[in-house]
């Protein structure tokens, strides 16, 4: 009966999100009050059908009811308790219906948080996210239904879930991921909210930027999982393939990168005002362009989404309706959005000036968006037009990726010292020399130091790595500029009002100002001293890394570089839902004993699949990573040994990026403008009573 | 010419141009990095390149793996049901490689027509054939079956 409530709750929760979408916007329309603060009942009712039906669909995982096809598919009596849960998102129908549980919070989030916004504003947000899940919950009932179920003749046992998803990774990594994905959709519903109005100030901008920021954040710590659990699930050391599916996520996350700042110039300076629109549509235009490439079977197969195209065509009719009619609005309305009544001053800026620098980086953002979307759809149309089976490998992606990079890096050093309006081009060259120096002799020197190779006896330059010391330069530079402009701030005030009351001593006053430095201030500095140290641990860990592939049998001593591997004994254990092959292999340096690691080669029972488990022994400055091969004759196996250096500064340069959109998003000008947001609010209501 | 607007064709010829080279760069790259997919049948015949980067793929023939003794080498051959195509690699295969399943291969054809593999991937589960090779199979059933007819005319 549990699966049938959970049905019957998510068909109250479409009926719901109908009502939604329509009450409040005509309401908003209408001028009725009443009718425009039903969207955020309806919304928190919504949330709660949502919750019961997910609660219902987790409920027959762990009671194993195998007459629900979905269940049968996924799991298994001897599947653990944490992974039946996980397992509730581990395929298509149950993913789905987080991607609606996941809009519903995010829904019900903007109702209980948008106080201080002007009704017309927050009743038409609401009703565009309750559009949206009208669009996701009639996908899951009419063509992805978890309650489902086979009957009469139902199985006794489960097909288990993907071996590949049994792990902690898969239980955060896709709702880190769908948070920032769905988050998306409420940048959406406010940039769509303002098309309609007709209205997009700094103060809107102030509004829809916590949101954006937030979505942001769950996004960049969604693709960084997903990254660190790839590096050592999938068992083979690599932790970005420019596979589709990563790409899917890697698109949105920069033009949401793109749209963070881009909004920050519409907040302080008026300006970039429809490009933040349009960015704000693309984002979640890309989310969904995401969802229709993973979940419809497209990427498999153009051929197999011809055969079974009920969900692909779905995805995709609703990918053309929300991205024709949105950027149909914005043709319409952007020119009007642009130049607004009431501004209180034209919007100018210089050649050399912190807008300048900002319509860089989404030029440089939205170009490497575009050539990773030209990448990965290129397949799919030579397969549609019979050009033949095409696959686009990584150095295409590289090609164009990496100096883009590069380019963005070079622009964030100068990007902290610029100033509205108009910067000094003097000025900037004078702050950049010293850190310039450094960088360039760190480039210089540093790569000599790493490479195990190089020796001062017998030098070589073989062994100096360009590509090591243009990623130290790249990073250097970006570190050296930040913490070059904190100091200075410490010295003189985050703003000039500060510098005129500057305390007696300077220490004093260094302490004051650097509790002053307002939160957006740390969230850009650790965002961009994450960037620099996730460049540093991509380029040095793809340059440095060593890898060999060995037969060995127990008793055998390989040197990778400088560690000596002992293969000492390989056993037989078994665990709750396979067995496996486990061997014990020894890490030496200079015959001190590293790390004991103990890779497994799991047998799955119920869908017969062997899986490699690697065994890592994680450190900041370099990884060792051990996985089993196969069986080769007699007690041989065939071994892959790696030495990968400061691999994970990867994980650890992205979670700092995360951290910095956090900080920002947790402001204190968010918070205080929260009250006075009744008077802007008041203000905007007066305004709008005077156009109508 | 008006110096704003001279100012703005300067404009629009540097984007122009910006775009072209842009354009021109990710066609290039395309086709540089684009690998196409060849069946043995192809390979064998002649009809795919030697030495450019390819991939080819098929069920393994069974009995055809070969394993070196005291090295990661290994040769074997697939077939989309027409040709079989010899396949050499050093290095561990896939943890879902084995005879009878289907196997992707990606590397070099030499002059011998044996494709020097730098990588093999083997399907995902045990339900998941590779499209590529589902279709190639599908393809080479079809021709034998519309020989065979042709021959009993």
Redesign the interface.
């Known amino acids: 009966m549990i699966a049938e409530y959970g049905h019957v709750a998510l068909i109250i929760a479409l009926c719901l999100s109908v009502a939604q979408a329509i009450v409040p916007m005509a309401g908003s329309f209408a001028g009725y009050r009443t009718w425009m603060r039903l969207g955020h009942s309806l919304a928190l009712g919504q949330l709660v059908f949502v919750a019961i039906s997910f609660a219902c669909l987790t409920a027959a995982f762990l009671q194993d009811d195998f007459s629900l096809q979905y269940v049968a598919n996924n799991s298994n009596t001897l599947l653990p308790t944490e992974f039946k849960i996980s397992a509730v998102w581990g395929a298509h129908e149950g993913s789905l219906l987080l991607w609606a549980l996941i809009l519903a919070v995010w829904s019900a989030a903007v109702a209980l948080f948008s106080g201080h916004l002007p009704l017309v504003l927050s009743s038409r947000v609401l009703s565009i996210l309750g559009a949206i899940s009208v669009g996701f919950g009639l996908f899951i009932l009419l063509t992805s239904n978890p309650f489902a179920r086979i009957l009469p003749f139902s199985p006794t046992e489960g097909g288990d879930l993907?071996p590949l998803l049994q792990d902690f990774g898969l239980i955060v990594h896709p709702p880190m991921l769908y948070m920032g994905y769905v988050g998306f959709s409420v940048a959406f519903a406010f940039a769509v909210a303002a098309l309609i109005g007709g209205q997009f100030d700094s103060a809107w901008a102030r509004w829809a930027r916590p949101w954006i920021n937030s979505a942001w954040v769950f996004l960049t710590v969604g693709i960084t999982l997903g990254s660190w659990w790839a590096y050592y699930e999938l068992?083979w050391g690599g932790w970005w393939f420019w596979d589709p599916v990563e790409n899917a996520s890697l698109m949105p996350w920069l033009v949401g990168t793109a749209l963070v700042h881009s909004i920050s110039v519409t907040e302080k300076r008026g300006a970039f005002r429809s490009w933040t629109l349009l960015l704000a549509i693309l984002a979640f235009s890309l989310s969904l362009l995401g969802t229709f490439l993973v979940r419809s079977g497209v990427l498999?197969?153009v051929?197999?989404f011809a055969n079974d195209p009920e969900r692909g065509i779905f995805i995709l009719a609703f990918l053309g309706l929300v991205v024709g009619s949105s950027l149909l609005l914005f043709a319409l309305r952007g020119p009007v959005v642009q130049r607004q009544q009431g501004d209180v001053e034209v919007v100018s800026y210089s050649g050399l000036s912190r807008e300048m620098i900002l319509l860089l980086n989404n030029v440089l953002l939205v170009?490497a968006m575009a050539?990773i979307l030209?990448?990965t759809l290129?397949?799919l149309i030579?397969d549609v037009l019979e050009l033949?089976?095409?696959?686009?490998?990584p150095?295409?992606f590289n090609?164009?990726f990496v100096p883009m990079t590069l380019g963005l890096m070079v622009a964030m050093g100068f990007a902290v010292f610029s100033r509205w309006k108009k910067t000094d081009a003097l000025m900037l060259r004078q702050k950049g020399m010293v850190p310039f120096l450094i960088s360039l002799g760190a480039a210089l020197i540093l790569p000599l130091f790493l490479a195990e190779t190089i020796s001062w006896e017998s030098m070589s330059w073989e062994a100096y790595s360009i590509t090591a010391a243009i990623t130290l330069g790249a990073s250097f530079w970006v570190v050296t500029m930040s913490i070059e402009d904190l100091w200075q701030k410490l010295d003189r005030g985050y703003s000039k009002r500060d510098s005129s009351k500057r305390g007696s001593s300077k220490r004093d006053s260094r302490l004051k100002n650097l509790t002053k430095l307002p939160g957006s201030y740390w969230g850009m500095q650790v965002a961009h001293i994450g960037i620099a140290v996730c460049a540093l641990g991509v380029g040095l860990s793809s340059v440095y890394d060593v890898q060999k592939?060995?037969?060995m049998v127990p008793g055998d001593r390989v040197e990778v570089a400088g560690y000596e591997f002992t293969f000492d004994s390989l056993d037989f254990v078994q665990g709750p839902n396979f067995g496996a092959s486990r061997g014990q292999i020894s890490a030496y340096k200079n015959d001190r004993l590293v790390a004991v690691l103990y890779p497994e080669k799991r047998k799955y029972e119920a869908?017969?699949?062997?899986?490699?488990e690697a065994a890592l022994d994680a450190g900041l400055t370099r990884d060792l990573y051990v996985s089993l091969?196969?069986p080769?004759?007699g007690d041989a196996w065939?071994i892959?040994l790696h030495v990968k250096p400061f691999v994970r500064c990867i994980w650890l340069g992205g979670l700092m990026i995360g951290l910095g959109g956090l900080l920002s998003v947790m402001d204190k000008r968010y918070r205080r403008r929260r009250q006075s947001g009744a008077k802007l609010s008041a203000q905007s209501a007066a305004a709008e009573a005077v156009t109508q | 010419m008006h110096p704003l607007r001279k100012q703005r064709l300067q404009l629009v010829i540097l984007l122009v141009a910006a775009a072209a080279l842009v354009v021109g760069l990710v066609v290039y790259m395309l086709r540089e990095n684009g690998n196409f997919f060849y069946t043995p049948a192809q390979i064998v015949s002649g009809e795919a390149p030697k030495s450019t980067f390819l991939r080819a793929g098929g069920m393994v023939v069974d009995g055809s793996v070969v394993r070196s003794d005291d090295s990661l080498w290994v040769q074997f051959k697939i077939t989309d049901g027409v040709e079989m195509l010899t396949i050499e690699h050093t290095g561990i295969l896939p943890d879902l490689f084995a005879e009878g399943e289907a196997a992707i291969a990606s590397g070099k054809v030499d002059e011998n027509v044996v494709l020097q593999a730098t990588q093999i991937l083997a399907k995902h589960d045990e339900k998941y054939t590779p499209p590529e090779v589902a279709d190639a199979m599908n393809e080479a059933y079809k021709q034998k079956e519309a020989a065979k007819s042709g021959s009993y005319k």
């Open positions: 993907n068992g498999t197969s051929h197999a170009s050539m030209i990448g290129y397949p030579a033949g089976k095409i696959s686009v490998g150095p295409y090609f164009f592939d060995v037969r869908r017969n699949q062997v899986m490699t091969g196969e080769l004759k065939a892959r």
